[in-house]
């Protein structure tokens, strides 16, 4: 059971990124997952989480601004980042569960956790 995150990066404040999760190890169309992010000095907190049907949540300073998707053929979590700000700026993590999570955007519903890809917003 792994995942893989990459995508991160560097960029200006209003700039793009888009992070990619990949799976392996799983029933990938059975799973929730999500992308939490911690900042140095702060807790983690959850950004975007999408369930194994479909639904989804998000954080209110990525509403509006941030994407989340899954390929299930391909085994890829997405998280499309557009208008970036400074505030922005952590370590992304991708977490999966096999079914349904009860809060997308707690960490204490998921048991799988990647390494984590660095994102840097620069004003």
């Known amino acids: 059971v792994q995942l893989e995150e990459s995508g991160g990066g560097s960029v200006q404040a209003g700039g793009s990124l888009r992070l990619s999760c990949a799976a392996s190890?799983?029933?990938?169309?059975?799973?929730?997952m999500a992308w939490f992010r911690q900042a140095p000095g702060n807790e983690r907190e959850g950004v975007a989480g999408i369930g194994a049907d479909g639904n989804t949540d998000y954080a209110d300073s990525a509403k509006g601004r941030f994407t989340i998707s899954k390929d299930n053929a391909k085994n890829i979590l997405y998280l499309q980042m557009n208008s970036l700000k400074p505030e922005d700026t952590g370590m992304y993590y991708c977490a999966a569960r096999h079914g349904i999570a009860a809060d997308l955007l707690d960490g204490e519903y998921f048991n799988n956790w990647g390494q984590g890809t660095q994102v840097t917003v620069s004003s």
């Open positions: 190890g799983f029933i990938y169309s059975a799973l929730s």
